[in-house]
Each structure stands twice: as C-alpha cells, then as structure tokens.
C-alpha cells in the first residue's frame, strides 16, 4: 500500500508530472499551447487553485502553485484528463497521454524554497539545452511574477455547445508566503536566483561541448521521441523542500505523525468505527468515505 497523502489548505506544492514513457507528446507548438493553458485555467478556476509559475518541457511539466481548499488532486485530475483528451486527438493517438506513477507534488516550507523552485521552473528550458533564455522557450512558460494569459477555447475535443467556456484567463498570483512588506523584496531575489540558474547552466551546456538546440530544434522533435537522459525521480519521490535542515526535519516529524496516526484511524475504521477520527491532513478518505478529520465533520 502506498504512503497516505497529507493535503494541508494553504500548502504552496513545486508539481511535476511526465508524459507516458518520457515520451514529447507536449512538443512546443501553437496549439499544444493554447491547449494547456486552455486546460489549466479553467481546473485552476474550478478548483480554486493558485497558479504562480509553470513551464510546459516536451515531455513534462512543473508548476509552482498553492491550494488553498485541499483539493489539488481534483484540480489536477481535471486538468491532466483534458489535456490528455486534447492532446491524444490532436496527435492522432489513442493510449495513456500520462505516466502511470502519480504527479510529484512537493510541499515547499519556506519563502526562500517557493523562490528556489520557481527559480527552477524559470530556468528549466536552459538547464535541459534547448534554449539559451527562458524567453526563447517555444513552450507554455511563465518567466516573471504575476504574468496574466488569456486563451480562447481549442478547436480541438471541446463542443461549442459543450459548456466550456469561449475563454479562459490564467492569473499567476504572487505565492502567499511571499507577500506583504518582502514582496518587492523577493520580486528581485527570484530575478537574480534567475538570473545565476541561467549563467550556471549555459556555462555547464558549453563546458560539455555541446549546444543549445534551439526553439526551431524543440518544435521539430518527433513526438514519439523518447528521453534518454536519467530521470532522478526514478529513485527517489520526495514530498518535502526546504533548504534549512533544521526545518526539513520537523516537516519529516510532522509527515510520520501524520502516517501513523492515519495507520491507526484506518484500522479503527476497518474494524467498523465509524466515528473514527483521521488525522488532519487526510483527502481520499475524507473525499470518497466521508470520514471525519482533525476538528471537522463529515461532508454532508
């Protein structure tokens, strides 16, 4: 059985998912574009999740977000399906669109962790070789604070009359932890954070003898191409960022409580309590059994 996911309201996440087999099913282009953002906005809307930055790569995608509600996975499931259906008919293709293994979703702990992976996000496309800026980058990017994008509906899967709106606006908002007095502050740490990611990697892309392959270059991949560089989260599936150790391991603490308070709760209710009480924190029982959490009561 798989670790019990803790959905705390306010969390601000870094969110990766990859395409099935690492394939370059989310090549740059103009349609696969609009049909991200397309798709983001509306689930972003729907579910009341904050979007703050995000990159689309060929074959996976990041974004910095907070969800206020705990309702990421349904924000994610939402938008993943309709991109997924978009995509695979665009594609003329019928299998998964997505890797099996869950969207890695990190809960970051401190403002100066949502400024590192945002800074991460910005710099993706640089660090992989493709493009010397982030501005070069042919794929859905956000490459400052605050940006607004607004598409129409994709021609592509969605009715007319099929309810979905003709437009949607992505507002990227300033992450909660970052605001207030700081906020000018941090605009300007997250610009030079920025600004040293791309001088680090364009000095280890040319150290190495290579290239940087080019907007032209990423729009011509075959889709069907397939990675072949190592994927770290084949060894590892972190669900904590912090810099400062000392912070990380009172996030650890609190996550093991978490798991074992939930282990019992779910032996209490298997064994037919249902008045068992889970730990704060607890989504798929909350959500499908009704199930009571922390201080709160059961959905109605």
């Given at each position: 059985?798989?670790?019990?996911?803790?959905?705390?309201?306010?969390?601000?996440?870094?969110?990766?998912?990859?395409?099935?087999?690492?394939?370059?099913?989310?090549?740059?282009?103009?349609?696969?574009?609009?049909?991200?953002?397309y798709c983001l906005a509306v689930a972003a809307e729907r579910t009341g999740v904050e979007i703050h930055s995000f990159v689309v790569m060929s074959n996976h995608w990041h974004a910095v977000l907070t969800d206020p509600e705990a309702r990421l996975p349904e924000m994610l499931q939402l938008h993943h399906r309709m991109v997924a259906r978009c995509m695979n008919l665009s594609l003329g293709r019928t299998e998964?669109?997505?890797?099996?293994?869950?969207?890695?979703?990190?809960?970051?702990?401190?403002?100066?962790?949502?400024?590192?992976?945002?800074?991460?996000?910005?710099?993706?496309?640089?660090?992989?070789?493709?493009?010397?800026?982030?501005?070069?980058?042919?794929?859905?990017?956000?490459?400052?604070?605050?940006?607004?994008?607004?598409?129409?509906?994709?021609?592509?899967?969605?009715?007319?009359?099929?309810?979905?709106?003709?437009?949607?606006?992505?507002?990227?908002?300033?992450?909660?932890?970052?605001?207030?007095?700081?906020?000018?502050?941090?605009?300007?740490?997250?610009?030079?954070?920025?600004?040293?990611?791309?001088?680090?990697?364009?000095?280890?892309?040319?150290?190495?003898?290579?290239?940087?392959?080019?907007?032209?270059?990423?729009?011509?991949?075959?889709?069907?191409?397939?990675?072949?560089?190592?994927?770290?989260?084949?060894?590892?599936?972190?669900?904590?960022?912090?810099?400062?150790?000392?912070?990380?391991?009172?996030?650890?603490?609190?996550?093991?409580?978490?798991?074992?308070?939930?282990?019992?709760?779910?032996?209490?209710?298997?064994?037919?309590?249902?008045?068992?009480?889970?730990?704060?924190?607890?989504?798929?029982?909350?959500?499908?059994?009704?199930?009571?959490?922390?201080?709160?009561?059961?959905?109605?």
């Open positions: 059985m798989s670790a019990p996911r803790r959905l705390l309201p306010g969390t601000t996440y870094l969110v990766t998912r990859r395409c099935t087999q690492r394939q370059f099913l989310l090549r740059p282009s103009e349609l696969t574009n609009q049909i991200f953002v998964n669109f997505w890797a099996s293994d869950h969207a890695s979703a990190i809960a970051l702990q401190r403002p100066e962790d949502v400024l590192d992976k945002m800074a991460y996000v910005m710099v993706n496309p640089t660090a992989a070789g493709l493009v010397e800026s982030a501005r070069e980058w042919p794929g859905a990017i956000t490459t400052e604070l605050g940006e607004v994008l607004v598409v129409r509906r994709p021609d592509v899967y969605f009715r007319e009359d099929g309810g979905m709106p003709p437009t949607a606006k992505l507002v990227c908002t300033m992450p909660r932890m970052l605001r207030g007095a700081q906020a000018e502050s941090h605009r300007r740490r997250l610009r030079v954070l920025v600004e040293q990611g791309i001088r680090r990697a364009r000095s280890a892309i040319r150290g190495s003898g290579r290239t940087f392959l080019g907007a032209s270059g990423a729009r011509a991949m075959p889709f069907t191409r397939t990675a072949t560089t190592p994927d770290p989260l084949q060894a590892r599936r972190p669900t904590i960022a912090a810099q400062e150790r000392a912070v990380r391991k009172s996030a650890v603490d609190q996550l093991c409580a978490f798991r074992r308070l939930y282990r019992s709760a779910l032996d209490r209710w298997r064994s037919g309590e249902r008045e068992t009480r889970f730990p704060e924190g607890t989504y798929l029982m909350r959500v499908l059994h009704g199930a009571s959490c922390g201080g709160t009561s059961p959905p109605s």
